[in-house]
């Protein structure tokens, strides 16, 4: 059992971006897990959501933009002391692996996905409430009765053409995750404000609370300074309040 609880705050959009790909290519791993129908139903919708988010974007150019960006940085690192250069080339040469993967004319992310017959139909049905129910698609769900592992199969086909920007995106947030150096802060009556550097570019915002804590942080940032309240909800029926407790918390101002 964790025994802490992480926050996080993205403070720009597309560090934003990458978290909602993060977060929906662990859905699509944990369901891809099962075996039941219900689970590849639910796989099957989380790579719509992958495919849609990547749709609205030029995912592509926005993650080679960012690695580009993450390998000047580090390369610059090659000549401070203590740097674990064995450590910082294998990083590099998993950059430099990932950008050239992209930009490779026939990495085309959610094209296998998105010229399936079936598929195009489920995504057309998802758009009503219940949409893709057994009779609105037999097709759909005679396919979801076929043997689980020939259905793993075929995901794990249409899968192939997200893999580079899931091992990116997974690159990148945990470079930007691991470029902090943590903090203690005090919330005076369960608040905190702290300025950001004008010349230092925070990606990410990071709050560690221990996992008994009755509080919560919520977090606002603009470009100049963030903030965050921390707030108790005894009940989910009622609306959290700010509570009137010092409370100290970990912070992390993640950089790179």
Not at 108 to 136: H, M, W, Y
Not at 206 to 227: C, L, Q, W
Request: hydrophobic share 35%; aromatic share 8%.
């Amino acid at each position: 059992m964790n025994t802490e609880i992480i926050y996080e705050q993205p403070l720009n959009e597309r560090v934003r971006t990458f978290l909602r790909l993060a977060h929906l290519f662990r859905l699509n791993d944990h369901f891809m897990s099962g075996h039941t129908e219900w689970d590849i139903r639910s796989t099957i919708d989380s790579l719509l959501n992958i495919n849609d988010l990547i749709s609205r974007t030029d995912i592509k150019n926005e993650i080679i933009k960012e690695l580009d960006r993450h390998s000047k940085t580090l390369n610059s690192l090659k000549k401070s002391p203590g740097v674990d250069l064995k450590r910082l080339d294998l990083i590099l040469g998993d950059i430099s692996n990932n950008i050239e993967e992209l930009r490779d004319k026939n990495c085309q992310p959610g094209l296998l996905l998105r010229q399936d017959e079936l598929i195009s139909t489920v995504k057309q049905r998802n758009a009503i409430l219940g949409g893709s129910c057994n009779f609105d698609i037999p097709a759909y769900h005679f396919w979801l009765n076929r043997p689980a592992d020939q259905l793993k199969l075929r995901i794990s086909e249409w899968q192939k053409d997200f893999r580079v920007i899931k091992r990116s995106i997974f690159l990148i947030i945990n470079l930007i995750r691991n470029s902090s150096n943590p903090t203690i802060e005090k919330a005076e009556k369960g608040f905190f404000q702290k300025s950001l550097e004008q010349n230092v570019n925070c990606q990410l915002i990071r709050i560690i609370m221990p996992n008994d804590s009755i509080y919560f942080p919520e977090i606002s940032a603009g470009k100049h300074r963030f903030t965050i309240r921390f707030l108790l909800q005894e009940d989910t029926s009622g609306r959290p309040v700010q509570t009137d407790d010092n409370l100290d918390f970990q912070l992390h101002c993640c950089i790179l």
